[in-house]
């Protein structure tokens, strides 16, 4: 079974980074995505950031692109996401996860089979 170890959340001041990480273990896929999905209380569930291995690409939601970056590491079984510039809206529960596109992660999740369990970030005003 796959499985997925996060790491790196906590409590941060606006304007302050984060880094996020995730080493996934268990799994034999040579082509996969692998990234990052947030959900705040009372909020959907939105993709983060994912990028595409073996090839590299990378997506992110509109509201963090230019502040966060997503890397693989390690072979691709670790991936980090650089958090800067961060306000209180992105405030959550951020769940590393794996998937087969890009667009597992745009349609919020809801085709993922693989999950990590979540690591909270909060950004105080």
């Known amino acids: 079974e796959v499985q997925l170890q996060a790491s790196g959340g906590g409590l941060v001041q606006a304007g302050g980074s984060l880094t996020l990480s995730c080493t996934a273990s268990?799994?034999?896929?040579?082509?996969?995505?692998i990234g990052w999905l947030r959900q705040a209380p009372g909020k959907d569930r939105e993709g983060v950031a994912c990028?595409?291995?073996?090839?590299?690409?990378?997506y992110y939601v509109d509201s963090v692109e230019g502040r966060f970056t997503i890397s693989s590491l390690n072979a691709a079984k670790t991936v980090s996401l650089r958090m800067n510039s961060l306000a209180p809206e992105d405030t959550a529960t951020y769940y590393c996860?794996?998937?087969?596109?890009?667009?597992?992660?745009?349609?919020?999740?809801?085709?993922?089979?693989?999950w990590g369990r979540g690591t909270l970030v909060t950004v105080s005003s």
């Open positions: 996860a794996v998937g087969r596109g890009i667009p597992d992660f745009r349609d919020r999740g809801n085709s993922i089979d693989h």
């Open positions: 268990r799994f034999t896929f040579d082509d996969y995505t």
């Open positions: 990028i595409t291995i073996p090839f590299g690409r990378t």
